[in-house]
């Protein structure tokens, strides 16, 4: 398949920093770089029958590389996310597939699934039920509250108090949301965040927080590392676990010496990451998916 035939989609809310850095990145490979906004999806049946955004057909495009699925209604996620699942059944390479990123908005599909496969993840309670959220933490003393779904570390807050425990349930209860519990594990205000392209890490780095929390966008500072070839090997198989054909593997090494996975991002920031690098990372994930393509 000829590069210059191609024209591949970048699915985004806007064309922000990563979309933007993604359609260089194909304009440099002589790739036809499209971009959809996704709040302008359209989806016909019948005659036509198509997605489109303001009658631009996405399935004119050989691949479409997904970049952001922004929080919406319930009934616009799910509208979103059929729009993928038909695009990929109409046999459109979608990265990452739209099973993948189901598996990994949701935190408790990823914890799961990574767990039932024997890699370890902090110990975690799930419920709708404000008692049973009460009597998990009871018995955990020390939680992260997360919410199902979510990103940047927004909306995680850490609970060691039952007084403040029951506050914040009762809040959550009001406004019909999941308790997820996740039992807070000491590691030195610092964690892991891999980066998988394919069946390799590419790079790695140490994210050291202000506080328990590690996230870039919350303020965390980020160094370069090698990462051990078992780190290496638990992170490339927590990817492929839940389908990514890259990911954020984030991994937080335990006071105690144990290593966690703690989430497994399909939709992964590299903006920390690039002040750690010499090479584009736009490019990897541009090349991985051409060399993929070109084989098919």
């Not at 990145?25 to 036809?32: R, W």
């Not at 004119?60 to 695009?87: K, N, Y």
């Not at 390799?200 to 070839?229: H, S």
Request: hydrophobic fraction near 40%.
């Amino acid at each position: 398949m000829s590069g210059q035939s191609l024209q591949i989609g970048v699915l985004s809310s806007q064309a922000g920093w990563h979309a933007t850095a993604l359609l260089d990145a194909l304009k440099g490979h002589d790739v036809t770089p499209c971009f959809f906004p996704i709040q302008r999806l359209a989806a016909w049946t019948g005659e036509p029958s198509q997605v489109e955004v303001y009658g631009q057909r996405l399935e004119d495009c050989q691949a479409l590389i997904v970049r952001t699925i922004p929080i919406g209604s319930l009934e616009q996620i799910i509208f979103r996310m059929d729009a993928l699942h038909r695009l990929e059944h109409m046999g459109m390479r979608i990265m990452n597939s739209p099973k993948a990123i189901e598996r990994t908005v949701d935190t408790y599909y990823t914890d799961f699934l990574l767990r039932d496969a024997g890699i370890l993840t902090p110990r975690t309670m799930v419920t709708e039920d404000f008692e049973q959220a009460l009597e998990a933490f009871r018995a955990m003393g020390d939680v992260v509250v997360k919410p199902l779904f979510g990103s940047e570390g927004k909306g995680m807050r850490r609970v060691s108090d039952e007084d403040t425990a029951y506050r914040v349930f009762r809040s959550l209860e009001l406004d019909r949301y999941i308790f997820y519990l996740q039992e807070y594990i000491p590691h030195g205000q610092e964690d892991i965040r891999a980066f998988v392209v394919g069946d390799r890490v590419i790079a790695a780095m140490r994210r050291r927080g202000n506080g328990w929390k590690t996230n870039v966008a919350q303020g965390a500072e980020v160094e370069a590392i090698e990462l051990p070839a078992d780190l290496q090997e638990l992170s490339i198989e927590a990817a492929r676990l839940v389908g990514t054909e890259y990911a954020g593997v984030d991994l937080m090494p335990a006071e105690d010496g144990r290593v966690y996975v703690l989430e497994v991002n399909s939709i992964p920031g590299w903006r920390g990451l690039r002040k750690t690098v010499t090479f584009n990372v736009a490019d990897v994930i541009v090349e991985y998916l051409l060399c993929s393509l070109a084989k098919d």
